[in-house]
C-alpha cells in the first residue's frame, strides 16, 4: 500500500462557516489571514512540525480561508504552537502566522471548547492568578490530568532522577495581588 493511499481525503469539502476568515481576521492578531499565499514558508521553518507533523501552520491557514469553522477550532494541533516566531521570521506577505494561531486559540476559548490545550491554556493563567508565577506541577496536572499523567510512562520519574521535575509545593510571590490586578484589568478590557 502506497504512502497515499493511506491518507484518507475527503470526496468534496463543504464549508459550514464560510465567513470564518472574516472572524478570524478581526480577531487581534489574525488581521492578515487573507494576504496568505500558501508558500509554505511557515510550515517549512516551523521547528514543531518536524516533533508534530499534525500542525502544519499552511494547512491551518488555508482551512480558515475555505470556512471549515468546526475543523479548524476542534483541531488539537492549533495548541501546538510553541511561539517561536520562525514562522513570522520567514512569512514572505508578513501574515504574521503565529499570530493567525493565537487569534484561532482565542476564539476557541471564547467558545469554552475542550481538549488539553484550552485545559492547559485556562490552568496556565489561572496558576498565573492564585501564584503570581507558573506552578508547573499544577499546570500539567490541571491540563493532562491523572491518566494523563500516567500515560507519559516513565517520563516523570526520568526528569525527577535528573533534577528536571518541577516543585510539588506552590510559592506564590509576595506581589500576587499587583499581578491579579493586572489580569483583572486585561480581562475586563476584552
Not at 60 to 81: K, M
Not at 162 to 189: C, F
Request: aromatic fraction near 4%; charged fraction near 25%.
Amino acid at each position: 500500500m502506497s504512502a497515499e493511499a493511506a491518507i484518507p481525503v475527503p470526496a468534496s469539502v463543504v464549508p459550514d462557516s464560510p465567513s470564518f476568515w472574516r472572524e478570524v481576521a478581526s480577531t487581534p492578531g489574525g488581521e492578515a489571514v487573507v494576504a496568505c499565499i500558501q508558500c509554505n514558508t511557515c510550515t517549512s521553518s516551523c521547528p514543531v512540525e518536524i516533533l508534530e507533523p499534525a500542525f502544519r501552520i499552511r494547512q491551518v491557514i488555508a482551512r480558515v480561508r475555505l470556512g471549515l469553522r468546526e475543523d479548524v477550532l476542534s483541531d488539537p494541533s492549533i495548541w501546538s504552537c510553541v511561539r517561536c516566531y520562525a514562522c513570522v521570521a520567514h512569512c514572505p506577505k508578513h501574515v504574521r502566522p503565529g499570530d493567525v494561531i493565537e487569534a484561532i486559540r482565542h476564539i476557541a476559548l471564547e467558545e469554552k471548547r475542550e481538549g488539553p490545550g484550552p485545559r492547559h491554556a485556562r490552568a496556565f493563567v489561572e496558576s498565573v492568578r492564585e501564584n503570581g508565577r507558573i506552578h508547573e506541577a499544577g499546570v500539567t496536572f490541571d491540563s493532562i490530568g491523572f491518566r494523563g499523567l500516567i500515560g507519559e510512562g516513565l517520563l516523570p520519574l526520568e526528569m525527577a532522577w535528573r533534577g528536571k521535575s518541577p516543585a510539588i509545593r506552590r510559592r506564590p510571590l509576595k506581589s500576587v495581588r499587583e499581578i491579579q490586578t493586572l489580569l483583572d484589568v486585561v480581562e475586563e478590557s476584552e
